[in-house]
């Protein structure tokens, strides 16, 4: 998978909230990770998300982007004026 990021806005509403977490275990999958990884991602993602903004339909986004790094992948995640990032270590077996 190339260095470049991919960035992704989703509305806090939780229709489409889960838009993220997907996107998240499909990305893992993309960059190589283990048959695991996907799936571990998308739940540190999801729980980042429900920490960092609540679910609600007052017009509030979440912004993500996601990267890879040497050793895996870092997910950045910012909601009205916070943030918060994830890192998740890519599986050695297929690296």
Sequence with gaps: MSGRPLSLIVPADRRY????????????????????????????????????????????H???????DANGLIVEIHCEGRSTTVRHLLSAEKR
Excluded: H, N
């Design 17 to 60: 909230r889960v838009l993220a977490p997907e996107l998240a275990e499909k990305y893992a999958e993309l960059a190589g990770g283990s048959a695991a990884d996907g799936p571990a991602l998308a739940a540190t993602v999801a729980a980042a998300m429900d920490q960092l903004c609540p679910e609600t339909d007052s017009g509030f």
């Design 62 to 68: 979440i912004d993500l982007t996601f990267r890879p």
